[in-house]
C-alpha cells in the first residue's frame, strides 16, 4: 500500500477512535504519541524481519532461522488491547489507564513516553500480527498486553520469537514458560488459593474445608489450587463436590457436602435441647470458585438447608456489583481474594482511584488497576540510564523487587511472574471492606 493509502487510512482510524472516546485531547501532534491499528487488512501482511536472520546450529545440526535484535527506541512502550470485538469497553478503558501512566495528557509537562496502540482483536492471529507489528515496525522497547487465556499464549510465543519484553495482563498459568521475554503481572489463580488458604488458617482459624466447584476448566482448575494450598498448610480438604453450570438447583450436591445433616425445610424438634444437640457439620469452611451470580443462588440455599456456621470463601469472580444486589445478605461474613479494591486502603491505590476519576470522571476497575501499574512499572524501568536495549530491559525487570502500586507491592521471581499479596475483602453488613 502507498503512503497516501496509509496515511489515509491511518487519519480515519485515528478519527474513528476519537469520537469513540478511545483517545482523549490532541493526541498525536501535541503529546508526542502513536496509535496503531494493526487490525487493518491493507497495513501489511507479515511485518519484515530487521534484519537478514542469523543461523543459529550446532555442527551437524539443521540450522534454525532467528531475527536479528531489533534496536528498539527506549522511550516507545507497546500496548495491545481489546479494542473491538465483545471486550472493546474493557480495553479502551485500560487503554485510559495506560496513558494516565505515562501522563500523555499532563497539564503540567509533556510526556517523553510515546504509546504505540495495536488491537488485539478476537483470535490469535490478531494478537500475533499485533506483538509483531510493534516489535519491528513500531520498535518499543516493550509490550504491555491484556489477553485472554488462548491469545496469551498466542502472544508469549511470538513475542519470544520477536525476543521483545512482553508483560501479559492475563490470568493464564505458566505462559511464561514460553521463554525469557515473556513476564506476566497478574494475580494469578495459584496465587489467589494461596492466600486464601493460608488466610482462612493464619486468621479464620480454619484447617477444615469442602469445595463446591462448577464441571467446567476454571472449576476444575481451582479445584486442584485450592486443594493442593490445603495439604501444604496442613489443613484437610474433607470433600469436594461438583455442579453442572446450567442447573439451579443445589439439593443434591449439599446432601453429599453435608455428608447428609442438612436440615430440611420445616424440620422442628421436640425440646431447645434437642434442637442443640442434632448432629453438627464436620467441616469449617466451604470454597466456591464461581461467578457472583450462582454464588448467591449456592449460598441462598445453604441457608435454606440450615448450612449455617461455615466459612464461606471465594476466588476474584465474586468481585462484582452483582454481589451485593438482592440476594446478597447470605454471603454477610464471606470472604474473597482480588488484586485491586477501588476502596482499598493502601496509599497508592487511594492516589490511583483519585487521578482516574479526575481524568475520567469515572471509578476504575481492576483491569485498569493493573495496567496503570504495569505501565508505570515499564517506565520505571526504562529511566534507568542503565537500559538500553531489551535484554537489558528484561534483566531490569527481572530484578524488580517491592514496586508499589495501586494492586500492592510487585517483586518478580525467577518464574518471571509478579509475585504480589492478595486484597482479601470481606463481605460485611452489605457492603464490601478490605480486611488484609
Not at 450436591?253 to 455428608?259: C, R, V
Request: hydrophobic residues 45%.
Amino acid at each position: 500500500m502507498n503512503n497516501y493509502r496509509l496515511s489515509a487510512v491511518l487519519s480515519f482510524v485515528f478519527l474513528l477512535a476519537l469520537l469513540a472516546g478511545c483517545v482523549k485531547g490532541p493526541f498525536v501532534a501535541e503529546k508526542h504519541a502513536e496509535v496503531s491499528d494493526v487490525k487493518i487488512v491493507e497495513r501489511a501482511a507479515e511485518p519484515a524481519q530487521a534484519g537478514p536472520p542469523e543461523e543459529t546450529a550446532e555442527p551437524g545440526e539443521p540450522s534454525v532461522m532467528v531475527p536479528l535484535p531489533v534496536l528498539a527506541d527506549r522511550q516507545a512502550i507497546g500496548c495491545i488491547f481489546p479494542l473491538s470485538g465483545r471486550f472493546a469497553d474493557e480495553g479502551r478503558k485500560a487503554l485510559d489507564a495506560a496513558l494516565l501512566a505515562a501522563q500523555i495528557f499532563s497539564h503540567y509537562s509533556s510526556s517523553p513516553w510515546k504509546i504505540a496502540v495495536a488491537d488485539g482483536g478476537e483470535d490469535a492471529g490478531g494478537i500475533k500480527q499485533a506483538v509483531a507489528y510493534l516489535a519491528d515496525q513500531a520498535k518499543v522497547m516493550a509490550i504491555v498486553a491484556v489477553c485472554g487465556a488462548s491469545d496469551a499464549v498466542a502472544a508469549a510465543a511470538e513475542a519470544q520469537r520477536r525476543q521483545v519484553p512482553l508483560i501479559l495482563i492475563s490470568s493464564k498459568e505458566g505462559v511464561t514458560q514460553t521463554g525469557e521475554y515473556v513476564f506476566q503481572h497478574f494475580l494469578t489463580p495459584s496465587q489467589q488459593a494461596e492466600a486464601l488458604a493460608r488466610y482462612a488458617l493464619d486468621t479464620l482459624n480454619v484447617a477444615i474445608f469442602t469445595i463446591l466447584y462448577p464441571e467446567d476448566d476454571y472449576g476444575e482448575e481451582m479445584l486442584g489450587l485450592f486443594g493442593s494450598e490445603v495439604g501444604k498448610i496442613g489443613g484437610k480438604l474433607l470433600r469436594s463436590v461438583s455442579y453442572n453450570k446450567s442447573q439451579t438447583d443445589f439439593t443434591a450436591q449439599i446432601q453429599k457436602l453435608t455428608a447428609n445433616k442438612m436440615v430440611r425445610p420445616g424440620k422442628t424438634y421436640a425440646t431447645r435441647q434437642e434442637a442443640k444437640e442434632h448432629e453438627p457439620l464436620d467441616f469449617e469452611a466451604i470454597f466456591i470458585p464461581d461467578s457472583a451470580f450462582r454464588v448467591k443462588m449456592i449460598t441462598s440455599q445453604l441457608a435454606f438447608y440450615s448450612v449455617r456456621g461455615v466459612k464461606l470463601l471465594g476466588t476474584s469472580l465474586w468481585h462484582s456489583p452483582e454481589l451485593l444486589k438482592k440476594g446478597g445478605e447470605y454471603l454477610n461474613g464471606a470472604f474473597f481474594t482480588d488484586s485491586f479494591y477501588v476502596n482499598g486502603f493502601l496509599p497508592e491505590t487511594n492516589d490511583f482511584v483519585d487521578a482516574y476519576y479526575a481524568a475520567y470522571g469515572r471509578e476504575p476497575a481492576g483491569m485498569e488497576a493493573l495496567t496503570y501499574d504495569t505501565t508505570r512499572l515499564v517506565i520505571r524501568v526504562l529511566e534507568s540510564s542503565a537500559v538500553g536495549s531489551r535484554a537489558d530491559f528484561i534483566r531490569s525487570l527481572q530484578a524488580v523487587t517491592g514496586f508499589c502500586g495501586a494492586t500492592g507491592c510487585i517483586s518478580f521471581r525467577d518464574s518471571r511472574v509478579a509475585y504480589k499479596n492478595a486484597f482479601i475483602l470481606k463481605v460485611e453488613n452489605g457492603k464490601l471492606v478490605q480486611v488484609k
